[in-house]
């Protein structure tokens, strides 16, 4: 079998570790996890990658946040990818595989994970929790854009052990989405006391190319979303009331 590293990558919540589980099954290798997000230099975890990557027994070793290393790391897991046993396959689970060093990329192959679908999301949902989950309350709930196995994972686990909160959780996003077509300025405090995430309401106004172009600026910055979705709104408001004097006018 080609054991050749693996850069998978992909946004977060689109299903890396779900399929590298899925795969460490199929090819029927002991699956072993090396927590780089939490050990971003490998000093906890250089011991156990030489004694891992030595294995005679068919393993994978699975750097969970490879592209959090530091230089000094990812220049000692180059040295370790040069030198592995054949038996053993590195899979370097990444969301931004440009942040690996070069030699480190050419050493390996690079397999990209794309966002699931929903009919992903259900059989996984179908798999993992069989009948005890109402599908159509988690497609009701969940906005395509919020489409992962992380998100789903989660509704999962409210209807089944917290169903009070999911039914107010459920309740809360169905009265966010009934007020969007009725979005006021003079209403922006009581959307925060509310609770809504402003985010969502901003997505409804991005159909303005100016909007847009603001709404990406404010994001470079790390800008306030709901400072934003108050200007956007007021602005809004005052080219409706422009455009109906104009027709007054006319």
Request: net charge positive.
């Amino acid at each position: 079998m080609d054991n050749t590293p693996i850069i998978l990558t992909g946004s977060p919540g689109c299903g890396k570790s779900y399929w590298i589980q899925k795969y460490a099954e199929t090819i029927k290798k002991q699956l072993f996890v090396c927590p780089c997000r939490k050990d971003r230099t490998l000093r906890d975890g250089r011991q156990k990658l030489h004694i891992w990557a030595r294995r005679t027994e068919p393993a994978i070793l699975w750097l969970e946040g490879a592209d959090d290393l530091t230089p000094e790391a990812q220049a000692f897991l180059r040295r370790i990818l040069e030198t592995h046993a054949s038996d053993v396959l590195f899979i370097l689970e990444c969301r931004d595989a440009g942040r690996l060093q070069e030699p480190i990329r050419s050493r390996c192959k690079i397999k990209r994970i794309h966002p699931p679908t929903w009919k992903e999301l259900e059989h996984y949902l179908q798999t993992e929790y069989h009948e005890q989950i109402r599908l159509d309350e988690i497609k009701t709930y969940l906005k395509k854009n919020e489409y992962s196995y992380r998100r789903v994972k989660q509704c999962a686990v409210l209807q089944i052990e917290y169903p009070e909160v999911w039914k107010e959780t459920l309740e809360h996003r169905m009265k966010e989405q009934q007020e969007i077509p009725h979005l006021s300025p003079d209403k922006l405090i009581d959307y925060i006391k509310t609770g809504y995430h402003p985010e969502t309401f901003i997505h409804s106004l991005l159909s303005d190319e100016k909007l847009l172009k603001d709404y990406g600026t404010c994001m470079e910055v790390s800008g306030s979303l709901w400072a934003f979705l108050g200007s956007a709104l007021q602005h809004r408001a005052l080219d409706k009331a422009s455009t109906t004097t104009h027709k007054k006018e006319e």
